[in-house]
């Protein structure tokens, strides 16, 4: 009798576990302006916001959305006072401290250069003693590390843009939608004509949304990727892609 109630008393206890989420009613998920992706002022905040507000509503949990600067973003959500961060590229150094969600998107990255400068055939030759100006911290400042490649980490694009027309660097690394969308609305259109995309040299990245390394972020993120998978299944994913362009 007692091994029988040990029995029922463990499985009440993983089923708890398990439909731990069901209840839940929100998620508090932070989010930095990264135009064209996320930004207050886009429809719906933006395709990577639409998508996690519909995985997380096909999981009956509302998003409770708050803006702030990346770094703050990146340390709230570590430390756990906000429970998601939408999003980031994947990194071994960032998977120490974050869990990953599936995929949300796939992002093209690319170089800028000036009109007068770096043709996409001088890259073949590779970027010894090029000064490339990159985000401090992204994805691309760690995979032209070690290559020769004369790093100038920038808090901004737009600062490394601007440098790229004063000459100070040779080429700007970023997303091609990222950097697009940055050309059009903070350069005149006199300004926009000193940029050349070298759209030759293309690289795929996934977005994913980061949860903390705890196991309620490991839940969160359970729930997450199968909500997800619920968009897909119907066809909502390519809906919401859609709706914000990015397929047709």
Request: glycine letters at 6%; hydrophobic letters at 45%; charged letters at 20%.
């Amino acid at each position: 009798m007692k091994t029988l109630l040990s029995l029922v008393l463990c499985l009440f206890s993983l089923s708890l576990s398990a439909n731990e989420l069901i209840g839940r009613t929100s998620v508090h998920v932070a989010a930095a302006e990264y135009l064209p992706f996320t930004s207050r002022t886009l429809p719906q905040n933006g395709v990577l916001l639409d998508l996690t507000r519909a995985a997380f509503k096909a999981q009956a949990i509302a998003v409770r959305l708050t803006f702030m600067p990346w770094s703050r973003a990146l340390s709230m959500t570590q430390g756990g006072q906000m429970e998601a961060l939408v999003a980031g590229f994947y990194s071994d150094a960032r998977s120490k401290t974050f869990i990953y969600s599936d995929s949300l998107m796939q992002a093209t990255s690319i170089f800028v250069s000036r009109r007068e400068g770096i043709s996409a055939h001088q890259l073949v030759n590779g970027l010894t003693d090029l000064r490339v100006a990159v985000e401090a911290g992204s994805i691309f400042e760690r995979q032209l590390a070690g290559t020769g490649t004369i790093l100038e980490p920038v808090t901004h694009l737009e600062q490394g843009l601007r440098m790229l027309v004063l000459g100070r660097v040779d080429l700007v690394l970023g997303t091609e939608a990222y950097l697009d969308k940055m050309i059009t609305t903070r350069f005149t259109e006199q300004e926009q004509r000193h940029f050349k995309p070298l759209r030759l040299f293309k690289g795929k990245h996934s977005l994913h949304l980061l949860f903390p390394k705890t196991a309620k972020g490991a839940k969160l993120r359970s729930a997450f990727n199968d909500g997800l998978a619920k968009l897909m299944q119907t066809h909502e994913y390519h809906a919401i892609l859609r709706r914000h362009h990015y397929i047709k």
